[in-house]
């Protein structure tokens, strides 16, 4: 049988437990999830993508089904280069639908194989985001149950507490 791959792209600036609860609802569905750091988009990052790949290998308990990896460029060409056919991306608050349905829809447009899936997290994460813990970590607040330790460690690290 083929092993059925996804790819869960996103910037992981860093890797919160959002974007957790949704790498393992997409291994209920998939044998192997692909996290993928997307480097083009280089909005101000906090971590560089050789840190941002370490979190994650260190939040997911060597997992064997997530590989991770990053790319830049088009996802569509990504996914392809992968062989895989499908896309996850979670959906916090009704905000994030109107971007995802514009690029779930153009990416459908470049490659009409692919399929976009998405996933809602878990309501103790839906209003977390990587930007907001940045945020409160840089105030010297706690992200204690929202990041994995592996990253409120590298955040203590980069804001040492006041
Ligand atoms: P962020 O907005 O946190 O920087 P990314 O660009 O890394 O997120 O997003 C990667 C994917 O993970 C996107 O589909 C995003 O909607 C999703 N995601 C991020 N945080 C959460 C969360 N708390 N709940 C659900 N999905 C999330």
């Not at 309501?123 to 990587?130: A, I, P, T």
């Amino acid at each position: 049988m083929k092993e059925k791959v996804a790819v869960y792209p996103g910037s992981f600036d860093p890797i919160t437990y959002g974007h957790m609860d949704i790498l393992h609802r997409g291994l209920r569905l998939f044998d192997t999830v692909i996290c993928a750091i997307a480097t083009n988009i280089e909005k101000n990052s906090l971590f560089t993508v050789p840190e941002r790949m370490e979190l994650i290998r260190e939040s997911i308990n060597g997992d064997k089904n997530v590989v991770i990896d990053s790319f830049d460029g088009l996802l569509v060409q990504y996914v392809k280069r992968v062989n895989a056919r499908f896309v996850i991306r979670g959906l916090r608050a009704m905000s994030d639908f109107e971007y995802e349905f514009q690029m779930a829809s153009m990416n459908r447009n470049l490659n009409c194989d692919m399929d976009t899936i998405f996933m809602m997290t878990s309501k103790d994460y839906f209003f977390v985001s990587s930007r907001t813990i940045k945020e409160v970590a840089s105030f010297g607040g706690v992200v204690k149950g929202f990041v994995p330790p592996a990253v409120e460690e590298a955040l203590n690290r980069k804001f040492p507490p006041r």
